[in-house]
């Protein structure tokens, strides 16, 4: 099945500094999306993103399709960004979203 | 619009006991995912319903079963419960393939 990999694992961060979390995926794929997982489990949809630019705020995300990766950049990051982002992919219709790993972020005050 | 919403929140259970999860979906949604997730797996997919079939079935034991009902809400139960069940249980709604999922809060299911 398809591999969905993560980077970094972990990311401390002090409070303002920008980041960018990094996605690879091994296929092709239908749909590509980014969540935020809170301290209470609850996993945020950030953007839906099979392929081009989004932006939401201090949010914004790209997936280039054709090279197998998408990238989430958060700017001036604060406290309430910490948890763990996951990006999930759907291969094609009708087949599960497969989700990497994760990078836990931590932004400290 | 309401999102999806599970119950319950949390849950304690015996070993060999069984238990039974439910999830409704946003309105209009007629697919129905569920996820187990732990800190050593990950987030694993369990099983798919659309319009009350099983679409999808993910590589877990038959312990694990679920249906849907013709509102689209849906219920998984695990029967004969095992230590290592305990995980948060997280169920997504979508209108339809490759059309984006949302996520409920999640029943934490612990076993002892």
């Known amino acids: 099945g398809i591999q969905v990999e993560q980077s970094p694992p972990d990311l401390i961060l002090q409070e303002g500094a920008n980041s960018t979390l990094r996605c690879n995926f091994s296929?092709?794929?239908?749909?590509l999306q980014w969540f935020h997982q809170n301290p209470w489990g609850q996993l945020i949809n950030l953007f839906y993103?099979?392929?081009g630019t989004k932006q939401n705020g201090r949010l914004s995300a790209t997936t280039v399709a054709t090279e197998r990766y998408s990238l989430l950049y958060i700017s001036s990051s604060q406290t309430t960004d910490s948890g763990v982002y996951f990006c999930?992919?759907?291969?094609?219709?009708?087949?599960?979203?497969?989700f990497g790993k994760g990078t836990r972020l931590s932004v400290i005050a | 619009k309401a999102g999806v919403t599970q119950t319950p929140r949390y849950l304690i259970k015996t070993r060999g006991q069984q238990v039974t999860l439910s999830c409704s979906p946003i309105?209009?949604?007629?697919?129905v995912s569920w996820y187990q997730q732990t800190p050593g797996q990950g987030l694993q997919f369990l099983f798919e319903?659309?319009?009350?079939?099983?679409?999808n079935k993910g590589n877990f034991p038959g312990r694990f079963s679920g249906r849907q009902f013709s509102n689209s809400r849906s219920e998984m139960n695990v029967s004969t419960l095992e230590l290592g069940d305990s995980a948060l249980y997280l169920c997504?709604?979508?209108?339809?393939?490759?059309?984006?999922?949302?996520f409920g809060s999640g029943t934490r299911l612990t076993v002892v």
């Open positions: 296929d092709s794929v239908n749909n």
């Open positions: 997504a709604s979508s209108l339809g393939p490759s059309e984006g999922y949302t």
């Open positions: 993103i099979p392929s």
């Open positions: 319903y659309f319009s009350e079939t099983q679409r």
């Open positions: 999930a992919v759907e291969q094609r219709g009708n087949t599960p979203l497969v």
């Open positions: 309105s209009g949604h007629r697919s």
